[in-house]
């Protein structure tokens, strides 16, 4: 069955989500997630979803609670390289993720990351 | 998971069909690639592909869900009418059935797990759905979607 790895960069976690997940990868995933999160303590989750050509309602609906959940867990993510034709179908669908930050693609990404860390640490001073 | 053609009795003045017996959530993804395929073969655009391809996500991942011990079959053709070219896709199960077919195609109804956008999304997605469902018996949905 198909994974997704979890990559930490610097202080960001990175998955990169590929096409044909079944419902069981991503819910595997969005345990993962939250246990690689813990165990790292990392304030950042970059979730690429640039080869993904088809997000439904379910993949929406966690990409939307896993967001959720790494706020609680102390986390920002930032979710990017969302293709054009998917962006469309989700709007259509009636999905908008409006509580999920997104971005055209990884390096913009991770630039918008680093950017709220840092303002994330004057906050802390 | 077996493909066949349908007898020719069938599509007898159509392209040959194809379908597929949905009975776990592989065969949603499954479904969802020769949906894609079926599509692109057919020159459907990108953003038509994944609206197809969305739709039969939805449709089949019902039946895995809701349908009696999660068995259905879906079956994706071509059609050539008036309208030019078009994909139809059938997902029928024989499952509990949907009591009222009108109440299920509102916005954020769900009589499960999900968000109640499934029925209503798909139809937003498509160019045509009809849903025949009975009590106890099943439901089949049939999707189109006409290529500009």
């Not at chain 1, 967001?67 to 989700?90: D, F, H, K, N, S």
């Not at chain 2, 009975?23 to 599509?39: P, T």
């Amino acid at each position: 069955m198909a994974r997704v790895p979890i990559v930490r960069v610097g202080a960001t976690l990175i998955a990169t989500v590929q096409d044909e997940l079944c419902d069981s990868d991503v819910m595997l995933l969005q345990e993962e997630l939250s246990a690689t999160l813990e165990r790292t303590g990392v304030h950042a989750v970059l979730l690429d979803l640039t080869t993904v050509q088809t997000v439904d309602s379910f993949l929406g609906r966690l990409l939307n609670d896993v967001a959720a959940e790494m706020r609680l867990l102390g986390a920002q993510t930032v979710i990017v390289g969302i293709q054009p034709a998917v962006a469309i179908t989700l709007v259509e669908l009636g999905l908008n993720l409006k509580g999920v930050t997104t971005a055209l693609d990884v390096d913009k990404g991770m630039r918008l990351l680093q950017h709220s860390l840092r303002v994330h640490d004057l906050g802390r001073m | 998971m077996t493909w066949a053609e349908c007898s020719p009795a069938v599509t007898a003045a159509s392209a040959p069909e194809e379908q597929l017996e949905i009975s776990g959530e592989a065969d949603i993804v499954a479904a969802r690639q020769h949906a894609r395929e079926a599509a692109r073969a057919l020159g459907f655009g990108a953003v038509d592909q994944s609206r197809i391809t969305t739709a039969v996500s939805e449709l089949t991942r019902n039946v895995v869900r809701y349908a009696d011990g999660g068995h259905g079959r879906v079956c994706i053709r071509q059609l050539s009418g008036p309208r030019g070219v078009g994909l139809e896709v059938v997902v029928s199960d024989t499952g509990p059935g949907i009591a009222d077919v009108e109440e299920a195609m509102r916005a954020g109804f769900t009589s499960g797990s999900g968000l109640g956008l499934g029925l209503p999304g798909t139809r937003r997605l498509m160019d045509e759905m009809d849903i025949e469902s009975a009590v106890g018996r099943g439901t089949t949905i049939r999707i189109c979607k006409w290529r500009r």
